[in-house]
């Protein structure tokens, strides 16, 4: 039996925990991130883009740092990347930098979720597109959608489709003491354009769409409307590469079917634009926006309030707007104006009583 020596190896020592260096709580500075523009958000995937509008421009895909937490990355984010930023299929970079936002489009589920959802970042009008028929059109989501463009500081658009089956002169002298642009469209049907027909021989029966085009030229844009209004048409329409899937309304329900599952940043061809297409909406809550300030967003209605009483509601029988409706300087929809504003107001009412 022969004797090993023994060396340092052959003894255990656990290093001592209080003597050990703690981890450090410093991040990088990632001083050289590089600025990209996130189009397209999928499951913890975020695509960007990188170098816009350079001979170097390209598509990234990103996913979002540790470091960042629960901070919500959407489209129209402008971000800091690192890490591999080549570009392709088997490339994935780093976001650890969210850049300040200029403007943010928020919506709630309902009238009393607490939670907002941010549609989109960073976009300057607010494109509300609504059915004059099939399914048909309702008011109260375009009062809504219009209060929280003017609460995010955008210029709202309306977009009337499907012009050609109902006039749309009574919804836009309705809105027309709002201030918001309107701007009716129709777009062919299945029997109107045959088989194989090319882009061309589709906008030769479309109607408002180069009213539209200009009114985006030079702006970003997002789209906000149900399902069924005819979003993703308009959008294949302006942006021929986009390839975004259409759908039918359900003939029973008048309802229109999911097709956007995501919302998509879409850069306008020949022009210095973008669009957002955003999945159809069943509702739109205001639980963000201020109660004191819903009236704020009804021009033609607020200098009415100067005859209300202090602490008034605008919703009881001492309330001065409905005076300032028989009058008649609401304009001809007044009272409808003033129906929808009430609803609203009803609505955020119960919405911080809860």
């Not at 097709?259 to 850069?267: E, F, K, P, V």
């Not at 609401?330 to 009412?349: E, F, I, M, V, Y």
Request: with cysteine; charged share 25%.
């Amino acid at each position: 039996m022969t004797r090993r020596s023994y060396d340092e190896s052959d003894v255990r020592v656990r290093p001592n925990r209080r003597g050990s260096r703690p981890r450090t709580k410093d991040r990088p500075a990632h001083e050289d991130a590089v600025e990209a523009l996130v189009t397209a958000v999928d499951r913890g995937r975020y695509t960007t883009l990188v170098g816009e509008g350079t001979s170097s421009e390209r598509v990234v895909t990103a996913m979002k740092a540790r470091e960042l937490g629960r901070k919500g990355i959407v489209v129209g984010d402008r971000v800091g990347l690192v890490g591999d930023l080549q570009g392709g299929p088997d490339h994935l970079a780093r976001i650890v930098r969210q850049h300040e936002r200029r403007s943010v489009l928020r919506r709630t589920a309902d009238d009393t979720d607490p939670v907002e959802r941010v549609i989109v970042a960073n976009v300057d009008q607010l494109v509300v597109v609504t059915a004059l028929a099939n399914p048909e059109p309702r008011p109260r989501m375009i009062d809504r959608c219009l209060v929280a463009a003017y609460d995010a500081g955008l210029e709202p658009i309306l977009v009337l489709t499907k012009a050609d089956l109902v006039d749309p002169t009574p919804l836009i002298e309705a809105y027309a003491p709002l201030g918001a642009r309107c701007i009716a469209t129709s777009t062919p049907s299945d029997t109107d354009v045959p088989a194989g027909a090319t882009v061309e021989d589709v906008l030769a029966h479309t109607s408002g769409l180069d009213e539209l085009r200009d009114a985006l030229t030079g702006h970003v844009s997002v789209l906000v409307g149900h399902s069924g209004v005819g979003k993703s048409t308009l959008v294949n329409l302006l942006v021929p590469d986009a390839m975004r899937a259409t759908g039918h309304v359900n003939d029973v329900t008048g309802r229109g079917r999911h097709t956007s599952t995501s919302a998509i940043a879409l850069r306008l061809p020949d022009a210095s634009g973008w669009v957002v297409d955003t999945p159809g909406v069943r509702s739109f809550g205001l639980a963000h926006v201020r109660l004191d300030g819903i009236v704020a967003h009804f021009p033609d209605l607020e200098p009415g309030t100067a005859d209300c009483p202090r602490g008034c509601t605008h919703d009881e029988e001492e309330c001065g707007l409905d005076a300032w409706v028989d009058s008649g300087r609401a304009g001809p929809a007044g009272a409808a104006r003033l129906d929808s504003l009430r609803r609203l107001l009803r609505a955020r009412s119960a919405s911080e009583d809860a």
